[in-house]
């Protein structure tokens, strides 16, 4: 974010020779600075929908102040993610900047809410059809490829296992 906010300020006039260009990768970093703060944004709406879900469980956390905070983090966020997506609009036409946004979007949110909630050490390829192809697969690639791989998708689990 610090050089998002270098390269909108200083580093787009140093660098770009035109006005259309400096618009443009500004209009770029302002999509991934939305993106950035939009995924962080929902890992805190997620917290907070959790928070509402304890309480209307009967176990209210609200007492606390990471609480507070979580909602309050969700709101300035949202707040700052749509300044964003309005300057970047005025820079460049929506059909070319929406998608860089959305990008940024999708994999800003997946890593933080990954780290956030510590799904790293559950992640693995195709969790649920590793097993069967597994006990498929006995000693070799080559007879692995014979009996399970014909499929494209049994054949990224064999080599993920390496059979």
């Not at 998002?4 to 970093?29: H, L, N, P, Y």
């Not at 962080?40 to 905070?69: C, H, I, P, Y």
């Amino acid at each position: 974010m610090v050089a998002s906010f270098w390269w909108v300020t200083w580093g787009a006039k140093m660098v770009c020779s035109d006005q259309v260009t400096i618009d443009r990768s500004c209009s770029v970093v302002f999509g991934y600075c939305a993106g950035a703060v939009g995924g962080q944004q929902q890992v805190f709406l997620k917290a907070t929908g959790e928070l509402f879900e304890s309480t209307f469980n009967g176990k209210s956390e609200w007492n606390r102040w990471e609480a507070t905070m979580f909602a309050v983090a969700c709101i300035v966020l949202a707040v700052g993610q749509i300044q964003l997506l309005n300057k970047g609009l005025c820079l460049w036409s929506a059909i070319k900047y929406l998608p860089i946004y959305n990008v940024c979007l999708i994999l800003c949110s997946t890593t933080y809410g990954g780290i956030f909630y510590q799904v790293q050490g559950t992640l693995r390829c195709l969790h649920a059809a590793e097993q069967p192809a597994r006990s498929q697969c006995h000693d070799s690639v080559s007879q692995c490829h014979d009996q399970v791989c014909r499929v494209l998708i049994a054949h990224v689990i064999c080599r993920n296992t390496r059979c």
